[in-house]
């Protein structure tokens, strides 16, 4: 099993790091979602929620201290042993991009797919590897992006320097990751065909699996910075 499953890791590792992604995702409420302003810079909590019915969850705290963006996620519920490209999208001109309903599916097959959701969804901002560029390029390079541990869990942390753009509208985005297991065989498959992004791939390893947003809320206590 554990030669098997390296393999999977060892042939996703390979795909093109060039492939980028603008996925879609159903639409979140904001409820425990907060931001404050203090001594440190400005903090956000995120609660990450499924969609895609993948059964992920987790939180993402962000702390802005002039364009330097420290992002923190634990998330649960993932395809164990897969690599996971994860994401801030949305927009630094004004336009409100959100994560889309399941309204966006209009093939009617049971996934919001990249295609499907990208006039909701709007672009990458910024691709949360584990190293190495953070630009819209590396949206899915995956040998830069994190692994889900055997039990689905993810850890993740990083300081980035954003632009000025992303660090005067850090509210108007959003957090995203992405992987989903539709069939519960523990791998990428094309149970749900091909990605519309490469046909080389499964819809499974580019399908959002959680996503929440940013909303400030002036009075919320700030977050831990341990």
Known sequence: MTIKRSARITALMALPAAFTLALATPVLAHDGQSGSQGQHGRDYRVDLRQLNDSGASGTALLSLQGRQLTVKINAQGLVPGQPHAQH????????????PDTSADKNGDGVVTTTEGLPAYGDINISLTTRGDTSKVSGLAVDRMPVADRNGNVSYSRTITVSQAVADNITNLHVVQHGIDPNGNGKYDFGKGKSELDPKLPQEATAPASCGMLHSSTGSAPMSHG
């Not at 801030?88 to 994560?99: E, P, V």
Request: charged content about 0%; glycine content about 16%.
């Open 88 to 99: 801030i999208h949305g927009s630094t001109s004004g336009h409100n991009f959100h994560c």
